[in-house]
C-alpha cells in the first residue's frame, strides 16, 4: 500500500473499499474479506444506511484497529452544529468505533460552517482524527476554507479517467487539502471496462482496464475508494502497487477527460 501525507503530517492509504449500496450480509463479507485481503481503508456513509455492517465488517475480520482507516459522512438532515454532535456519537455507535478516521460533511450546506464547528470540536476530543468535506466545487471549496479555521484533510469528489479534476487538485494542495477521488469506474455511467486506450495499456503491462484505471488517479497522486460486491475482484482492485505507467502512457488517457461530470445530481 502506498500513502498520502496530510498536512500535518499523518497519512492516509491511497487506496480503499467503497461501500456504497452494499447491504445486509453482502456488506459485512466483503467489508470482512476486504480487511482480510489487505484493504486498511472503508469509505461509509450515514446516508448509505450501512455503518452497522461495516462496523460488523470490520470485527469479523478482527484486525487491529490502529491498522485501519474508516472514513463516514455526515448527511441532511443533521446538518446543524447540535444534529452533527449527536450524528457523530451515533456514526461511532453503529460502527461499534472509539474514533472515526476520517469525518466528511457529505455534501456542501448552507450551515456546512455551524457542523464543521461540531466536527472541529469532535476532532479535539479525540472521537474523530481528521475532518474534511465532500463534493465542494473549487468556488464552494475556496469560499469554505477561508472561514472554517481547520484546513480540511480531504475533498472527496467524482474522479476517474473521464473527469479528474486537475485544477481542483491543485489548488486544493495549494491549501493543503488532499483531493479523494470517488466513483473511479464511473459507478456504470461509462463502459470503463472495455474503454479501447485503457485496455491497450492493461494488455502492455498484463494488467486489467480497472487497474489501468485506479493507476491512473494514484499516479497522479489521487487517493481513490472503488466499490465491489465480489470477493474475486478484491485482489484485483487492490494489485496496483507492482507497475507504473510511462508518461506516454499517462499522456494517453488523459485524452479521455472530457471536463464535465458524469453525473447531474451536483453541478
Ligand atoms: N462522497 C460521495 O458523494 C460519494 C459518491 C459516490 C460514491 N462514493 C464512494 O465512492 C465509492 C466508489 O464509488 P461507486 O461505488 O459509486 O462506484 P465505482 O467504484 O466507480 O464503481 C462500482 C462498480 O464497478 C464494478 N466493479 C468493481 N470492481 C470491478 C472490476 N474489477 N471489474 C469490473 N467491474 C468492477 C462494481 O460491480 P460489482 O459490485 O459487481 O463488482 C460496481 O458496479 C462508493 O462505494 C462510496 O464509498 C462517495
Known amino acids: 500500500m502506498e500513502y498520502v501525507h496530510f498536512h500535518n503530517g499523518d497519512t492516509m492509504p491511497v487506496f480503499g473499499l467503497g461501500t456504497w449500496d452494499l447491504r445486509g450480509d453482502t456488506c459485512v463479507n466483503i467489508v470482512a474479506a476486504a480487511i482480510e485481503q489487505g484493504y486498511t481503508l472503508i469509505d461509509t456513509a450515514r446516508m448509505y444506511g450501512n455503518e452497522k455492517e461495516v462496523g460488523r465488517g470490520i470485527r469479523k475480520a478482527g484486525h487491529s484497529r490502529s491498522d485501519l482507516f474508516i472514513t463516514t459522512k455526515i448527511f441532511n438532515p443533521d446538518t446543524t452544529y447540535e444534529k452533527t454532535k449527536r450524528a457523530i456519537e451515533d ?7 472509539d474514533y472515526i478516521d476520517l469525518l466528511l460533511i457529505h455534501e456542501p450546506y448552507a450551515s456546512s460552517l455551524d457542523m464543521y464547528e461540531a466536527m ?148
Open 120 to 267: 472541529k470540536e469532535a476532532r479535539q476530543e479525540g472521537l474523530v482524527r481528521h475532518i474534511g468535506i465532500s463534493n465542494f466545487s473549487q468556488r464552494e471549496y475556496t469560499n469554505f476554507v477561508r472561514k472554517c479555521g481547520v484546513i480540511p484533510a480531504v475533498n472527496q469528489v467524482e474522479s476517474h479517467v473521464y473527469y479528474v479534476k486537475e485544477n481542483l487538485q491543485r489548488a486544493m494542495a495549494s491549501y493543503g487539502t488532499v483531493m479523494q477521488a470517488w466513483a473511479p469506474f464511473t459507478e456504470g455511467q461509462r463502459p470503463i471496462f472495455s474503454e479501447p486506450i485503457l485496455k491497450d495499456i492493461a494488455s502492455d503491462h498484463g494488467k486489467t482496464t480497472g487497474q489501468i484505471a485506479l493507476k491512473y488517479l494514484i499516479q497522479r497522486r489521487i487517493p481513490t475508494i472503488a466499490k465491489t460486491s465480489r470477493v474475486e475482484r478484491l485482489n484485483e482492485n487492490l494489485a496496483l502497487f507492482d507497475f507504473m505507467l510511462t508518461a506516454d502512457e499517462m499522456s494517453a488517457i488523459h485524452t479521455l477527460d472530457e471536463g464535465k461530470s458524469l453525473f447531474g445530481w451536483y453541478e
Open 91 to 97: 456514526s461511532l455507535k453503529n460502527l461499534g468505533l
